[in-house]
């Protein structure tokens, strides 16, 4: 059999190929080297022949989009990406993934014709003030703008023409500026410079000034990696270490999202969810609120603004940022976050991002009393919706709390919901008002009782968070359903 790291190798780059290439021209790439290397595919020695005729098919074929369109890219700014031409989405975050080149035509508007996205270069002059050009500088200086919000600006902003050629796309709160020349020599398209704030941001030296020739311009210096590994097109966003930057970043306050005396934003859960989403409080109603592009982009901005306090004050929790970001939603192969990893911040992070979680593995033994068909993979998870419904239902601001005086429910209370469970005098299943089966715990206090409620998922292998909410009074065991004993939870297997 073929050597097993190289076959998974070769699958991958077939994948990655199918989605440029035809699929005569990839199933003729398995018929040479299955042909001229037949004796040596038990040791995975293709390979370099398959990514050495991958590559020249590539260019090949990137040789004639350009042809075929009458396509001449800037040459100092690297591979054109021409298989990119007309999809702006796609452009992005190929430049994004390369940190190099350029896709000539990624964007086309009526009035101006197609526009070229180039990585460009991004530096710090002696000022410290951020220097450059392209989509480097653009991401350098605005991490938070995304393809989609790139392309809504382009494609609907307001036109406004300089003297000097320089073109400026304003929409909301942003101005992209787009060039007509390279070194003082026109080119065929517009190019797109720089972006900045609208208003309250210098950028009359970036409309201005023309790229001179006397500009250092080094470019692709990084190797086209259209052929490598899905996985290796992930790049963290840049990031800046600046307590202050959410002024920049926000462009208008959002309900939820607080300016102290100093600048310092913090973020108000109860006010994101009442006020920003308007209270959503059901699945449906949440991921409907999330759909809205002003509400995803304002979202998006403030998760940006942790990242960075993050990366700025607690290098743990920003890497478990960057771990709920890379993690699928659903599957075995969700990240682990572990139980110490979930805290009031990082459920804000969740929130903003609208993302789900697995937190720990349930203890088998637990598993198999509730009936769980594989045990020894059971996540614990919890997802936004849950965790707004428990905040607009049981939180400090909502009605409920303050008719009965019950204690309000807190996102770091939340975050501790498994020992909560955990830890509690009594359990029982039963069902909620939609007929799903359900865990229910609860615990008597000094003054009142908590009850925390677990979904039994078990076409997911899940145990999943659902509610959690403090009564006053003494519990009563009918609250648990039917109750049923299960063995002290072991720690949780991360």
């Not at 929790?317 to 771990?323: C, E, N, T």
Request: glycine content about 8%; charged content about 30%; hydrophobic content about 35%.
């Amino acid at each position: 059999m073929q050597n097993t790291d190289a076959k998974k190798s070769k699958e991958n780059l077939r994948y990655e190929l199918s989605k440029i290439l035809p699929r005569a021209q990839v199933q003729n790439l398995d018929n040479i080297v299955n042909t001229k290397l037949l004796s040596d595919i038990r040791s995975g020695k293709d390979l370099a022949l398959y990514e050495e005729l991958a590559n020249e098919q590539i260019k090949r074929l990137r040789e004639g989009i350009e042809s075929s369109l009458n396509i001449t890219p800037i040459k100092e700014f690297g591979t054109n990406y021409a298989e990119f031409y007309h999809k702006p989405i796609e452009a992005f975050k190929k430049l994004q993934a390369e940190q190099s080149g350029q896709i000539a035509g990624a964007y086309e508007r009526k009035e101006l014709g197609d526009i070229d996205l180039v990585w460009g270069k991004v530096w710090r002059d002696e000022k410290g003030e951020i220097q450059g050009y392209g989509l480097s500088k653009i991401l350098d200086k605005h991490p938070e703008i995304t393809p989609e919000i790139l392309a809504d600006i382009i494609n609907n902003g307001t036109l406004k023409r300089q003297k000097n050629e320089a073109i400026q796309i304003l929409k909301d709160d942003y101005k992209v500026v787009l060039k007509s020349n390279w070194k003082g020599e026109p080119t065929k398209n517009k190019w797109i410079v720089t972006s900045y704030e609208a208003k309250g941001e210098k950028g009359s030296s970036i409309s201005s000034e023309p790229l001179t020739k006397g500009d250092d311009l080094p470019l692709n210096s990084a190797k086209d990696s259209t052929t490598k590994d899905a996985q290796s097109q992930i790049n963290p966003i840049i990031l800046q270490s600046n307590a202050h930057i959410g002024s920049g970043i926000l462009g208008g306050m959002v309900a939820g999202i607080e300016q102290d005396e100093n600048g310092n934003y913090t973020f108000n859960p109860q006010n994101f969810i009442l006020g920003f989403l308007g209270g959503a409080a059901a699945s449906k109603a949440t991921q409907a609120a999330f759909k809205n592009p002003k509400i995803k982009a304002k979202a998006e901005k403030f998760a940006t603004i942790l990242k960075i306090q993050a990366k700025k004050d607690s290098k743990m929790q920003y890497g478990i940022f960057k771990r709920i970001e890379q993690s699928p939603k659903y599957g075995s192969k969700m990240d682990i976050l572990g139980a110490q990893n979930c805290n009031a911040k990082t459920l804000e992070f969740v929130l903003l991002k609208n993302k789900r979680i697995a937190v720990s593995n349930l203890a088998p033994q637990i598993a198999q009393k509730l009936g769980f068909k594989y045990p020894n993979d059971v996540h614990r998870t919890i997802q936004p919706d849950e965790i707004i419904h428990t905040l607009t239902r049981h939180g400090a601001d909502s009605d409920l709390v303050k008719k009965s005086r019950q204690k309000a429910v807190t996102l770091d209370e939340i975050s501790k919901w498994m020992d909560y469970a955990d830890n509690a005098d009594i359990q029982g299943l039963s069902k909620d008002k939609s007929g799903n089966e359900v865990l229910v715990s609860a615990k008597q206090l000094d003054n009142g009782y908590y009850v925390v409620i677990e979904q039994i998922r078990k076409g997911q292998n899940e145990l999943s968070y659902k509610n959690m909410y403090f009564e006053n009074g003494i519990v009563d065991e009918s609250v648990v359903g039917r109750k049923i004993e299960l063995a002290p939870q072991l720690p949780p297997k991360l």
